[in-house]
């Protein structure tokens, strides 16, 4: 237990804005600097998130932003499902790869965010091909009569495992799932007492996305964890 504490306390470092360090913070600096920077629009998000909303640090952040924007573009998806909007950072950066004539799906529960979040899609590019959900996402997902080609979950994490099994016959073959959190600050490799029920549901989780045989998984230690599962 000690051994896993030291791991912990020296991989799972935070930067002044909250970001997960995997690696030194001089090097991960120099990342962030040699990765493409956000839009305008996302910065004044962020800004007003900040000033705003309570939890900002829930934010994707512009590194990890860029790199859902990234994955989004190299899969060109035509229908998305995003579940967990928050102030709707990461839907935009997600929305940047898809198709012209697609459509992004985005569910939270939430509702004192949706006119906050519907103020910058409109602002964006994305506007009217981005529709917003309120409500329980298992709930709402059984009703989407939609195949999706990407699926980006940043929600409660008790939930990760449900959500999958909701998704995975919704998928287009060749489609991907996209996981954050999935390190969960390092705690998935630490002792889990009783009553951390999401610590234990994204050990599940973990266990499920490499288990399950419709998928291929890859967990990539961005920031707190990123997975991205294919779906065969």
């Known amino acids: 237990m000690i051994e896993k504490k030291i791991l912990s306390t020296k991989f799972f470092s935070f930067a002044k804005n909250n970001d997960m360090h995997f690696i030194p913070e001089e090097l991960d600096n120099y990342v962030v600097e040699h990765t493409q920077k956000e839009p305008e629009l996302l910065q004044r998000l962020t800004r007003e998130?900040?000033?705003?909303i309570l939890q900002p640090r829930m934010l994707s952040g512009p590194y990890q932003?860029?790199?859902?924007?990234?994955?989004?573009?190299?899969?060109?998806?035509?229908?998305?499902?995003?579940?967990?909007t928050y102030t709707g950072y990461s839907a935009l950066c997600i929305a940047e790869g898809m198709q012209k004539n697609g459509q992004l799906h985005t569910i939270d529960i939430n509702e004192e965010l949706e006119t906050f979040q519907r103020k910058y899609f409109d602002l964006s590019l994305y506007g009217e091909k981005i529709h917003q959900h309120i409500g329980d996402a298992t709930e709402i997902i059984p009703n989407l009569d939609i195949n999706f080609?990407?699926?980006?979950?940043?929600?409660?994490?008790?939930?990760?495992?449900?959500y999958f099994e909701l998704i995975i016959t919704k998928m287009n073959p060749g489609g991907v799932i996209l996981s954050d959190n999935v390190l969960w600050s390092g705690k998935v490799i630490e002792h889990v007492t009783e009553d951390d029920i999401s610590t234990k549901a994204l050990l599940q989780y973990n266990k499920l996305l490499i288990e399950d045989k419709r998928i291929e998984t890859v967990l990539l230690p961005i920031r707190d964890g990123l997975t991205i599962s294919r779906v065969l």
Request: glycine share 6%; proline share 8%; hydrophobic share 40%.
């Open 65 to 84: 932003g860029r790199v859902l924007s990234m994955l989004s573009k190299l899969i060109n998806p035509k229908n998305i499902l995003e579940i967990g």
């Open 49 to 52: 998130t900040y000033q705003k």
């Open 149 to 162: 080609d990407m699926v980006f979950i940043d929600a409660d994490k008790p939930n990760y495992p449900a």
